[in-house]
């Protein structure tokens, strides 16, 4: 029933990752999953997420900013080409404050530095595809569509130094 609301609705959990690590891609892959996100694909490269995009236009796209061959502002720009209301959220190691600025000057929707916790990416993501969140006040949406989309599916306990 929760999708076929969701369905109804037009609304979707589908992502793509793309990063030239296959143990991350297998990582990130895997927590969407729990999460409760479909991963319709995995790319290693900017070439192969355009190739992929352009078959299964997921709603949502997680995108390293540096692979081999085609990087991921090469990727981000034809994405966005293709469908400029896709949620591409990008991923790097580097430390430049002026990364995250040109990630959104670039049209990409959120920004996470490597590495991070999986916490962390599942707030960022559920934020971005969560306009269900105003659709819920609004009572534009059932209890039980809230309940399945919107409400985190996993949590994971943080310890912390020191505590028991």
């Known amino acids: 029933m929760c999708e076929q609301v969701a369905s109804q609705r037009g ?4 992502v793509m990752v793309v990063d030239d690590s296959a ?7 895997n927590s969407l999953t729990a999460f ?28 390293d900013i540096k692979m081999p061959n085609f990087d991921g502002w090469y990727a981000l720009q034809r994405i966005l080409e293709l469908d400029p209301n896709t949620i591409v959220i990008m991923l790097t190691a580097e430390k430049e404050s002026e990364v995250r600025e040109l990630c959104s000057k670039r049209g990409a929707k959120g920004f996470l530095h490597k590495p991070f916790v999986m916490d ?22 059932s209890d039980e569509y809230y309940q399945y989309w919107v409400k985190p ?6 310890k912390v130094d020191g505590e028991d």
């Open 11 to 14: 609304l979707s959990r589908r």
């Open 23 to 29: 143990m991350l891609r297998e990582l990130l892959s």
């Open 36 to 63: 409760g996100y479909e991963v319709v694909a995995r790319a290693a490269d900017g070439q192969e997420a355009v190739e992929l995009f352009s078959k299964l236009r997921p709603d949502a796209v997680l995108l």
């Open 120 to 141: 962390r990416l599942h707030e960022e993501i559920r934020m971005l595809m969560g306009v269900a969140n105003i659709a819920k006040a609004n009572g534009e949406v």
């Open 153 to 158: 599916k996993v949590s994971f306990p943080h």
